[in-house]
């Protein structure tokens, strides 16, 4: 029995020894692809990855051994091949983990938690070309374990892995006392960081007070005239309310723009410079797209996981809603789909009039191509201004149009590729000074190219908006969502380093601000200045985080600034001219680099304040106290349940995705049980309201319960939100033939055919509806286009056969 266990414990640590060397392996590989701080020795930096390694699989080793003690006793023979599998899978998570590390630059942690599967697959399939290729390092990690597993096999027996084991632990052990600065987050390996930083998230959670000791008001609010007018002094106030157009550009980092590292590859921005109100060191509020419409729009808090991610939107207020009040034609536009990060429930409940996505571009647009995944983002930046500028020709004034880029995102593919990649190369040999390395934009020329097609899709789009009689009245945003992540960041705070323009003809006078601002404080500025100065309705309490932006000219920040580098963590806080990120101060400069420091006094008040916010986060978003509901009549809330309701969908969607709770609706539909059908339809729409499938299906119920007009309603909404979705001109099509309105049916079979819907179904009902109007010849005409492509089919013979008779 003795030497059963010892073989066994031989075996296991054998197969810890083997993932120890993958690990090691794996950080060595990751090393060589990375560009690291320049401060930091190459020595230095291996032997921080190796000891996190060694700690990381000795925590994996001791938490799986009871687990391996047990199988051992029970299933004996086969524990060894059940543990291999399971390290195995281990090490396959480990090397994806490293990829996520290579293209992002940082470790994936609890803002996994804040992604939907969708999401996660939308965002992983973007960045990866599922191929051959792509699968063989993980089949040579498969080879390589085995392999390495038979070899250890064969040279440690028990007592050299005893000997072994006891080195390492000493040796490991002292290196753990000695180098502090190894357990720095960039240094720690990728399952430890991801696990620790998922309970870290989860404690925290816990721990915030949502109910802040009882408070029961509502922290932000504030009167409106709070807000200072900082705006006014720089523009001539004009007769009739200005168009506002906001440009959000993805991945727009301050360094790119400007005097700053990376800049030379924006020559247009660049030239906006001079003659714009122009904030050098502005920030996003978050390190990823999710952020940027909430802080934006409406300057508000977080949640737990970005404010998008909050299913039961808190009453708030916003610069679309408000202005909407105000007789704006609202817009969002938008080359890829509204429902990622959940963007479209915002601005539902904000009740924008338009979003024009993916789904509403027709066939003369030029989709972005697909990568050899099938993955295809949207359309790229110059089809979004495009359909812009093509939708805006009928729209009543004033308008507010926000329009968020897509191109300056993996895969960084456009159209035209070739000719901006030689744009790059006559850059660098036009003998241009430039701060980067010629070496460093050759290994990034791709995106670089992507910054310059970006920066001529803005430039076409501003010199094309110039032509119009409106340009004279309006006033253009331009500002990035987030610094883009694959070029190496060379500290902690340029991650969330984003320009602010703010350019229009009616600035009587331009500026270039070094104060800091973010994100936050364009929404209370923006409306400040608008309801000052023009004629709009009074909003007399806002709720705003911040107080608006500040126009000094020299470099100082007023503001304390929370940031969420990504969905799920907020550790990152802006205090006077200093920066905290997690854990660690550093000391803000006048060029807006930063330098770590230790002073520990103001060290505790940064950490205070940033809980107090954490704290205050935690209680605006989870009690509904950013703006009073009794007040707020600019927002458009989500269905309502009632409870009896609520234990329905309840007890009847347990365990359903999306797509079955649709199947479940279409099943009670079809027998009849419309009312049930309608609240399982709206239980989708809550979540994903432009899912077409369930908007048409509610709409069916509507119509064979002969609600017409509901029906009528619900069918052009869909149509509205996706013109090229050929089941809904079916449905309506069918509306009108059972209530005998075919003279609309016209009007809808000319919608479908200028938007090219070739659904059959479609054709052969509306020939119908012709016969019945007694228009042979248009109904003859109809048929034999179907014939002729569908020759043998007998319902439409049959039907030509009527059309003779």
């Known amino acids: 029995m003795k030497i059963k266990i010892s073989k066994l414990l031989s075996g296991y640590f054998q197969l810890l020894f083997t993932v120890l060397i993958m690990v090691w392996i794996g950080s060595f590989v990751e090393w060589i692809l990375t560009d690291y701080d320049e401060n930091l020795s190459a020595l230095n930096i291996i032997v921080y990855k190796i000891l996190n390694d060694f700690w990381a699989v000795v925590a994996l080793g001791t938490v799986f051994f009871p687990l391996f003690w047990l199988f051992g006793l029970i299933l004996k023979k086969i524990t060894t091949s059940i543990f291999q599998v399971l390290f195995l899978i281990i090490l396959l998570i480990q090397a994806s983990l490293i990829k996520y590390s290579l293209t992002t ?29 792509t699968f063989l390092p993980f089949l040579l990690l498969i080879g390589l374990f085995y392999g390495l597993y038979w070899l250890l096999k064969k040279a440690l027996n028990n007592s050299r ?16 006392l000695v180098l502090i600065n190894a357990s720095n987050e960039f240094f720690q390996n990728k399952i430890q ?23 029961n008001d509502y922290p932000f609010l504030k009167p409106s005239s ?46 906006l410079i001079p003659k714009s109100l122009y904030w050098e060191n502005f920030v996003s509020n978050t390190g990823r797209t999710f952020g940027i419409l909430p802080s934006l729009t409406a300057s508000l808090p977080f949640g737990d996981t970005g404010f998008l991610e909050i299913h039961d939107t808190p009453s708030h207020i916003s610069l679309i809603s408000v202005l909407k009040a105000n007789d704006y034609t609202t817009s ?29 571009y027709g066939p003369e647009y030029q989709k972005t191509k697909t990568n050899e995944g099938g993955f295809s983002w949207g359309y790229p930046d110059e089809e979004i201004f495009n359909k812009m500028l093509s939708s805006i020709k009928n729209k009543k004034e004033p308008r507010l149009d926000l329009v968020m880029t897509l191109t300056n995102h993996e895969p960084f593919s456009f159209p035209n590729k070739e000719k901006y990649l030689e744009k790059v190369d006559s850059i660098l040999n036009s003998g241009k000074i430039l701060k980067i390395d010629k070496e460093k934009v050759l290994e990034y020329k ?38 883009l992540i694959p070029i190496t960041q060379k500290d902690k705070l340029c991650r969330f ?64 600034i929370a940031f969420m580098r990504y969905k799920g963590k907020i550790n990152d806080f802006m205090y006077k001219d200093y920066l905290y990120s997690a854990g660690d101060l550093y000391k803000i400069n006048n060029h807006f680099g930063i330098y770590k420091v230790k002073e520990d006094e103001l060290l505790k008040t940064i950490k205070d304040s940033l809980n107090k916010f954490k704290n205050i986060n935690a209680y605006l978003t989870k009690r509904n106290k950013i703006y009073p509901d009794s007040i707020n009549i600019y927002r458009k809330p989500n269905f309502k349940f009632t409870d009896t309701e609520k234990a329905i969908i309840k007890k009847l969607t347990k365990e359903l995705n999306y797509d079955q709770i649709f199947s479940l609706a279409r099943e009670k539909a079809f027998n009849k049980e419309y009312k049930t059908a309608q609240l399982l339809c709206n239980y989708i729409l809550n979540e994903l309201p432009n899912h077409a499938d369930a908007r048409t299906l509610k709409g069916r119920t509507f119509a064979w319960n002969g609600q017409y007009k509901k029906a009528e309603s619900a069918f052009l909404n869909v149509l509205k939100r996706n013109p090229y979705y050929s089941d809904g001109y079916v449905a309506l099509l069918d509306l ?40 042979i010849q248009q109904s003859n005409s109809i048929v034999d286009s179907l014939l002729l492509v569908y020759p043998e089919n007998q319902e439409y013979k049959s039907f030509k056969n009527t059309l003779q008779n």
Do not use: C
Request: glycine residues 4%.
């Open 193 to 215: 960081y991801l696990v620790t930083d998922i309970i870290n998230f989860q404690t925290e959670k816990n721990k915030t007070n949502a109910n802040l000791y009882g408070r």
């Open 105 to 133: 630059h940082i470790n994936l942690g609890a803002d996994l938690l804040g992604y939907s599967y969708d999401d996660i697959y939308t965002t992983v399939t973007s960045s990866v070309s599922l191929s051959l290729y």
């Open 161 to 176: 892995v005893l000997i072994i084991s006891i080195l390492l632990v000493l040796i490991f052990g002292s290196l753990k």
């Open 332 to 360: 969002y536009y938008s080359g890829d789909p509204s429902s990622f990060d959940r963007k479209i429930n915002f601005l539902e409940y904000n009740q924008i009039d338009d979003v024009i996505d993916e789904s509403k």
């Open 497 to 560: 380093h984003v320009p602010l323009y703010i350019t229009s003809p009616l600035l009587k006078k331009v500026a270039t601000f070094k104060s800091v601002s973010s994100h936050w404080d364009i929404a209370p500025s923006l409306l400040s200045f608008l309801m000052n100065n023009y004629k709009l309705n009074p909003v007399e309490e806002v709720s705003w985080i911040s107080q608006g932006l500040d126009t000094a000219k020299q470099f100082r920040n007023i503001h304390q």
């Open 736 to 775: 009108y033939w059972w209530s005998d309105q075919d003279k609309k049916s016209i009007t809808i079979y000319k919608k479908a055919l200028k938007n090219e819907i070739t659904n059959p179904s479609v054709s052969f009902k509306m020939a119908k509806a012709f016969k019945r109007m007694e228009d």
């Open 226 to 271: 709070k807000i200072k007018d900082v705006l006014k002094p720089f523009f001539n106030i004009s007769e009739s309310k200005p168009n506002i157009v906001i440009i959000m550009v993805e991945g727009l980092g301050g360094e790119f723009v400007g005097n700053h590292t990376y800049a030379g590859f924006t020559p247009y921005l660049d030239s």
């Open 446 to 483: 791709g995106i670089f190219a992507s910054l310059l097609y970006t920066d001529t899709s803005i430039k076409n789009f501003m010199e094309a908006y110039a032509k119009r009689p409106e340009y004279e009245n309006t006033i253009f945003i331009i500002t990035g969502d987030h610094r």
